[in-house]
């Protein structure tokens, strides 16, 4: 899951970077930069329950390491995971633009935020299993 992050996170970083140019330093890289956390650390443990339950290490000119129904299930559920770490955030920002209530945010993006933590974390508990038969079965 770790190495996944890091990963994405160069993605995230490099948003930041372009995003700080653009807009300069304000509110909105810090709901950028939170949300994204978040939605990394969701993306991350999805990934790594998804990829643990339909592992596929067959031998063949193209290895796919993915069920093709994994990769089917791990896409929808992406999306779903996606849409609920930043709905917080699209809130805060039709209330914000329809009402003019700016109160909501800065709480946003700290609750997508923990609803990614959280969803990464449930997707790294369900994973640990299916790593661990996997690891059972390789040859000592």
């Excluded at 995003?19 to 930069?33: D, E, M, Q, V």
């Amino acid at each position: 899951m770790l190495f996944t992050f890091l990963i994405a996170l160069i993605g995230l970083s490099i948003g930041a970077v372009v995003a700080s140019f653009l807009g300069g330093l304000s509110t909105g890289l810090l709901i950028y930069l939170a949300a994204g956390f978040g939605l990394l650390l969701a993306e991350s443990g999805l990934g790594l329950a998804v990829g643990a339950r339909y592992a596929d290490f067959a031998e063949g000119p193209r290895p796919r390491f993915v069920t093709v129904t994994g990769a089917i299930i791990g896409s929808f559920t992406g999306m779903l995971v996606m849409a609920i770490v930043l709905a917080p955030v699209l809130v805060s920002f039709i209330l914000s633009f329809a009402f003019g209530n700016q109160s909501f945010t800065l709480i946003a993006p700290v609750i997508s935020g923990v609803l990614g933590v959280s969803i990464g974390w449930i997707g790294y508990k369900l994973s640990l299993g299916p790593v661990g038969e996997i690891l059972s079965e390789l040859p000592a």
